[in-house]
């Protein structure tokens, strides 16, 4: 079943009598015909049914049904496109997971759009959600971030260090340092042993970034509600008790002095090392460990949002996950990179790294609701290029503003009404109070248009929850606020058209309108996207 692109042919079309022909060996609209004869069209909430061109079957909605929607989208108000039944699954999204080493840039921004996204979504499909990011605090490249900050401390005092070939050379390097040097003193961290003095600026550095990095989220709209630390994780012990499990299940063996996990035995390409002949332990140890940790506390999904460079780690941690007894636990969504252009040409947006653009710069200039919906707009397995003159546009060319004026536009409409009516001294219209007759006289296409878009929103959460499409979504958002723009319009040759014409229609046109708002509002929410009320090229109504 799917829309017809021409809305004259009904308000739902179906090949399927396309598709069973061969095998029933009949003609196409015969079966088509067959098929609406045996149909109970009334039962269905359908006011009639036709076969058109080689056999499509194509039904339009009784009108009861549709104006049945439109209240019921008014009863529900804020719940509108929510699912009423919780479903009990605990689902953990862990989406960003920076190292804690610099700033967040454009990249991050989309795994944290994107993630956000889809944990709303799940939760208006009825799971319950925990958002969470992991810190990436141990390793190397915390060692290297420790050293940077040592070197430019050291210029800080008048001294000379070189910061580390592969260290971190942005500016920002400096500033934690002096951060550090203000709080600790520099006269006591030039006292320390050099290796405390190391250490000092390494929990410092980290604490300071990522507290930099929750910042950044936060100005973007998107609040962690468990943040885990990859060196918690190495110092509980979980990794030796990992390792046992895993010998207790004959899942690993020594070759080459190195130990070694049969992930081949589940599916993976080859099997993967755990500890080298060294005696490190590769990443792969404790993020099993940690993954199996949230198995641990209870979540029956966790979804993973990772960039492109992470997709080989994909297979070789199912596979792990399946040999230690949770075959379907993580589920992972691979983001593509992102390109900001301006005048067609990439932007070099932050002068401060030099080396990437920063989210916080992004936002600061396009605002967190046009830079969500820019990352959300397009599927994530695909490269994304942010043009930013088309994010600062404010005209229908823009995606975002486009819906966010129709939602304004339809609260000016609602009001305008309330300013011109008795009951204005109670602050709001009476209109969510059922009242059928009050439909009765929305005949045009245009009010039937809005309203049937409207009423799939429910439909479309449902639908990008199950296949983490935020994208989904904001198509329909756009598709609904361009039905909403038409219904106005129309108003504009034709004074009858207009909503607020006073007559018969005047109260269902209302009605119709808050359902409207009610939608673009409630969608924008699920996106984590503002729905203003005023925008600055409102008109006059």
Known sequence: MERPRDPSHGDWSTNGALVLAKRLDTAPRELAARVSEELDLAQGG??????????????RLDDSVLWEGIQSVLDQGSDWGRSPDPSGRRVNVEFVSANPTGPLHIAHG??????????????????????????????????????????????L?????????????????????????????AGELASLDPAARRLRFRDEAVKRLQQDQADDLAAFGVRMQTWSSEREVLESGAVDQLLARLAGRDLTYSRDGALWLRTSRFGDEKDRVLIKADGAHTYFLPDLAYH????????????DVWGADHHGHEHRMQAALAGLGYPGLLEVLILQLVTV?????????????????????????????????????????????????????????????????????????????????????????????????????????????????????????????????????????????????????????????????????????????RAVQTTLRNGLMVLGIDAPERMEREQDL
């Open 341 to 513: 252009t301006r005048d067609g040409k990439e932007a070099k947006m932050s002068k401060r790294t030099g080396k990437f653009v920063r989210l916080r710069d992004l936002v600061a200039e396009t605002g967190p609701s046009v830079a969500r919906y820019f990352f959300l707009m397009r599927r994530s397995e695909v490269h994304l290029n942010f043009d930013l003159d088309l994010a600062l546009d404010t005209s229908d060319a823009n995606p975002v503003y486009k819906i966010q004026y129709a939602h304004a536009r339809m609260c000016r409409v609602l009001e305008r009404a309330a300013e011109a009516q008795p009951w204005r001294a109670a602050g709001a219209l009476p209109l969510d109070t059922p009242d059928p007759d009050a439909f009765s006289e929305l005949t045009r296409p245009e009010e039937r248009g809005v309203a049937f878009a409207a009423l799939r929103l429910p439909g479309v959460v449902r639908r990008a929850a199950q296949i983490r499409a935020p994208h989904i979504l904001c198509t329909y958002l756009e598709t609904l606020a361009g039905a909403a723009n038409s219904w106005y319009q129309a108003g504009r040759p034709d004074p009858s058209a207009r909503i607020l014409t006073y007559g018969r229609g005047r109260r269902g046109r209302l009605k119709l309108a």
């Open 46 to 59: 359908i006011a009639g049914a036709s076969v058109a061109g080689p056999g499509f079957l194509n039904f």
């Open 292 to 303: 199996l940790e949230k198995a641990e506390r209870g979540f029956d999904l966790a979804i």
């Open 110 to 155: 989309r795994g944290a759009a994107i993630g956000d996204a889809v944990a709303s979504l799940l939760e208006w499909a009825g799971d319950e959600v925990t958002r969470e990011f992991y810190v990436n605090d141990a390793g190397r490249q915390i060692d290297l971030l420790a050293e940077s900050v040592e070197a430019r401390f050291a210029e």
């Open 157 to 185: 005092g008048g001294g000379s260090a070189e910061v580390p070939a592969d260290g971190y050379h942005g500016q920002y390097i400096l500033d934690v340092a002096r951060s550090i040097a203000d709080a600790e003193g």
